[in-house]
């Protein structure tokens, strides 16, 4: 359904009187994947890793660099504003703030009406009729159509969203990190609430997130991103039981685990020394290499290519994990290295 190959955004950065480029940030900087007809593709990483970007410029609110997005065979990369208005019946978006995404001088009604109002779709039955049905789907009180976003909840807002984003009955969702704005407790009802919905309406997902046990209950295959990006693509089942990038590993690592008998037990945690590195300037080579414990000089000078080490798993790493032979041996590891290590 979705193409994109080596796909680019990069932001100018301009100072002074002339406003001269001095500077570029590199939020997306050469990815690609594809997304099957009704899969959920999952997108990981740590903030500022341009997962946000990434899904901004597949759904075409921003304008890329470079690189290509195909959707259902048909080049969107460089659409104009017109050409792409029939598209966006098909390629819709929930947005991470329920708060911000909402006009809060509308009512719920003119919300969810707007995407018929838009495209000039009149369903069966009346708009108003159409609107209800849809705040039913997604669990909310059809005779709350008049009231305004303030009068609900986190939770209930984002369901607003999600309504919004199916009013046209589109065949792929963008979703940017749907719950990371929710309460603990309304998560859960969120996520099964997609999960209902993409059985019930045969969606598309490509689902933005930075917490692994989201992406582990929703998703078909994951992409792990890391500074513009994708380190590692695999499907859920190998990501989970043997993830074979240093970065995914300790991601991994990171996820806590709620049992009680393991309290004071020594932990697997690994933590990453230092901040990620500035986009404006990234590192040479593989981007990872000044946090990782198993960097060498090759990780230093050479980008390792994102390639299938095992079935249905790709990896972009020089010393990838769960694979024996690919040690360094002590003697070749950078000094940033040892100290990660330690």
């Known amino acids: 359904m979705l193409r994109v190959e080596n796909l680019v955004k990069h932001f100018p950065v301009r100072k002074g009187l002339l406003q001269r480029q001095t500077g570029a940030v590199k939020a997306v900087d050469g990815i690609s994947f594809d997304v099957l007809p009704g899969e959920t593709l999952g997108v990981v990483g740590e903030s500022g890793c341009g997962k946000s970007t990434m899904g901004r410029l597949i759904t075409r609110l921003l304008e ?4 290509k997005v195909e959707f259902e065979g048909h080049d969107i990369t460089h659409m104009s504003a017109g050409a792409i208005r029939p598209l966006r019946r098909d390629v819709q978006m929930i947005f991470q703030d329920p708060y911000s995404s909402l006009n809060p001088r509308h009512t719920i009604g003119t919300i969810v009406s707007a995407p018929f109002k838009l495209q000039g779709v009149t369903p069966e039955g009346g708009v108003k009729k159409e609107v209800q049905a849809l705040m039913e789907l997604v669990g909310l009180n059809p005779e709350h159509y008049n009231r305004y976003p303030h009068e609900f909840s986190g939770g209930q807002r984002q369901r607003i969203g999600i ?7 589109p065949k792929m969702v ?9 309460d603990v407790s309304i998560q859960a009802q969120v996520v099964n609430l997609l999960d209902d919905l993409q059985q019930e309406l045969g969606l598309t997902y490509v689902i933005i997130a930075h917490d692994l046990s989201v992406i582990r209950h929703v998703s078909d295959r994951i992409a792990v991103m890391y500074l513009g990006k994708i380190v590692e693509l695999a499907d859920r089942a190998s990501l989970y039981a043997a993830p074979m990038h240093p970065y995914t590993k300790a991601l991994m690592s990171a996820v806590p ?4 008998k393991r309290r004071g037990a020594k932990s697997d945690r690994i933590l990453l020394k230092g901040d990620v590195p500035s986009p404006l300037s990234p590192p040479s080579g ?4 000044t946090r990782c414990w ?10 390792p290519p994102l390639i299938e080490l095992k079935p249905r798993q790709q990896v972009a790493c020089h010393h990838p994990e769960n694979a024996p032979d690919q040690v360094p041996t002590e003697a070749e ?8 290590l330690e």
């Open 64 to 67: 890329p660099s470079g690189g």
């Open 174 to 182: 963008v979703a940017d990190e749907p719950v990371s704005a929710l």
């Open 294 to 303: 198993k960097a060498t000089e090759v990780c230093k000078t050479t980008e």
């Open 163 to 169: 309504a919004r984003a199916l009013a046209l009955k």
């Open 286 to 289: 593989c981007r990872f290499h």
């Open 257 to 260: 685990v709620p049992d009680p």
């Open 333 to 340: 590891l950078l000094p940033s290295a040892k100290d990660a």
